[in-house]
C-alpha cells in the first residue's frame, strides 16, 4: 500500500454524524460525514459518494492482505426507546455494508455489521453536540492476529 493512502487514512477529521474509519483497532482514524434520512437506515446521495470515496481506500487497505476484514458498527444518541436505537444503529451499519460490497464487490471479504445502539458514545448524552457525535457508523478493518496493513 503507498504511504500516501496510509497518511490519508490515518488522518482525524471531527466531524459529527459520521463514519468513522479505524485502522486495526488502533488510535489511527479518518472521520467522514455520512448522513442517514431521519430516524432511518437510507442513506443520503451525497453520503453515497462519500462512502464511495471511503470504499476505495478501504479496497486498496484490505486487497493485498489475506484474512482481513471489515467490522461495521452503528451508534445512535440515547433519544428514544433503547432498543429501537440498537436497531437503527444495527439497520444503519448493514446499509453501509451492503453498500460496500455493492459498490466494491467485496463480498469475499469478511464484512460485519453490528448494531451498538446508544452504548458506546464518545461523547456526552447531554448536549446536542454530543448526541451528533454519537450518532455514527464505524468502519475498523480488522487484520489477521500478528498483522497490520503496511
Do not use: Y
Request: glycine residues 8%.
Amino acid at each position: 500500500m503507498s504511504g500516501s493512502v496510509r497518511s490519508r487514512i490515518a488522518r482525524v477529521w471531527c466531524v459529527p454524524a459520521a463514519v468513522v474509519l479505524l485502522i486495526a483497532g488502533s488510535a489511527r482514524a479518518r472521520t467522514v460525514r455520512v448522513q442517514f434520512e431521519s430516524g432511518s437506515a437510507a442513506l443520503t446521495r451525497p453520503s453515497e459518494q462519500v462512502l464511495a470515496d471511503v470504499g476505495a481506500e478501504l479496497v486498496e487497505v484490505i486487497a493485498p492482505e489475506p484474512g482481513a476484514g471489515l467490522r461495521v458498527t452503528g451508534h445512535t444518541d440515547n433519544v428514544g426507546d433503547r432498543e429501537m436505537n440498537l436497531d437503527l444503529s444495527r439497520k444503519r451499519a448493514e446499509a453501509v455494508r451492503e453498500f460496500l460490497i455493492g459498490r466494491f464487490k467485496l463480498a469475499s471479504l469478511s464484512l460485519v455489521a453490528v448494531g451498538a445502539g446508544p452504548d458506546k458514545p464518545v461523547a456526552s448524552h447531554e448536549t446536542d453536540d454530543g448526541k451528533r457525535q454519537n450518532r455514527r457508523v464505524e468502519l475498523e478493518i480488522v487484520m489477521p492476529p500478528g498483522r497490520e496493513p503496511d
